[in-house]
């Protein structure tokens, strides 16, 4: 009998933990907290009946293999092990509403789409076109180039689908945030860099000049962020060198150094906010 390609156990175990990131994402959305509370309840109740369906699905799957005689032919078991695969990825694509994951059937197999989403701001979407059969293979898709997408497939598509699913996940919300902060700096910060904002095709790594003030007194910084792991929001390495000096006056070694330390622990939008508000709290004080 064909190997079942998801077991159930494993999606709600697997659910869990998808439940414990959205539900950290889910409190930074700008919404008023008593929504935010009834959205809540609900998503638990709407989950727990899921995980509810998915047990069930499995002990009728149970009965039903219990209850096949040996004589049957290998084409009516495979064809019914496939038809558990097809449930299997539908229940998935049911309990994964809530984590960005949406899906329908096709006459194939399934199209799933993929929301991305950085701190509670809705991003672009992809769709990957999955057709169930011996193997699992990709039929079509709008996934970026540059995501690795051939090797996540091979590491989880024919053993592990919901592996495959959330992997890709992390690696689009991952290139998805970090295009995000480079825009978003860009567009609202662009009076702080001098000069153009230099990026690759998966933004994880990024250079720019930026010059900030304290005390009256300007400095011209220059800063590069590498993301040395793709499925992450957060530099893994920073630099940031002063422009124009060898030596530093301590203050501004300080702040250099202050700098590297932002750029590695908040998100880089937010970094030139707290320059901004900064330079006005040192405005106030020196008038």
Request: glycine share 4%; net charge positive; with cysteine.
């Amino acid at each position: 009998t064909a190997r079942t390609l998801v077991p159930g156990l494993s999606v709600l175990a697997h659910l869990e933990k998808l439940e414990t990131q959205v539900n950290r994402s889910r409190k930074k959305l700008e919404e008023p907290q008593g929504a935010q509370a009834v959205e809540s309840s609900l998503g638990t109740k709407i989950r727990d009946k899921l995980r509810s369906e998915v047990k069930q699905r499995q002990a009728r799957v149970a009965v039903r293999d219990t209850s096949v005689e040996p004589d049957q032919t290998l084409e009516i078991s495979e064809q019914k092990a496939w038809e558990r695969k097809r449930e299997n990825v539908k229940a998935i694509l049911q309990a994964y509403r809530f984590t960005g994951l949406s899906g329908k059937l096709t006459s194939r197999g399934v199209c799933v789409c993929i929301h991305t989403a950085f701190e509670g701001t809705l991003l672009d979407s992809y769709f990957v076109d999955l057709v169930i059969q011996k193997p699992l293979r990709i039929h079509h898709h709008s996934i970026p180039a540059f995501i690795p997408l051939e090797e996540i497939s091979a590491k989880y598509l024919q053993t592990n689908i919901q592996h495959f699913l959330f992997s890709l996940c992390e690696y689009l919300n991952a290139y998805a945030g970090r295009k995000y902060q480079a825009d978003q700096l860009q567009r609202d910060f662009a009076a702080f860099l001098a000069g153009p904002l230099q990026r690759n095709s998966l933004c994880n790594v990024l250079s720019f000049t930026y010059k900030v003030e304290l005390r009256g007194q300007a400095f011209t910084f220059c800063a590069r962020l590498l993301y040395k792991d793709l499925t992450v929001t957060l530099p893994t390495d920073v630099t940031v060198t002063h422009q124009g000096m060898d030596t530093l006056p301590t203050s501004w070694e300080e702040q250099r150094a202050s700098h590297e330390n932002l750029f590695c622990t908040k998100a880089l939008h937010k970094v030139f906010a707290s320059f901004t508000q900064r330079e006005k709290l040192d405005m106030s004080l020196v008038h």
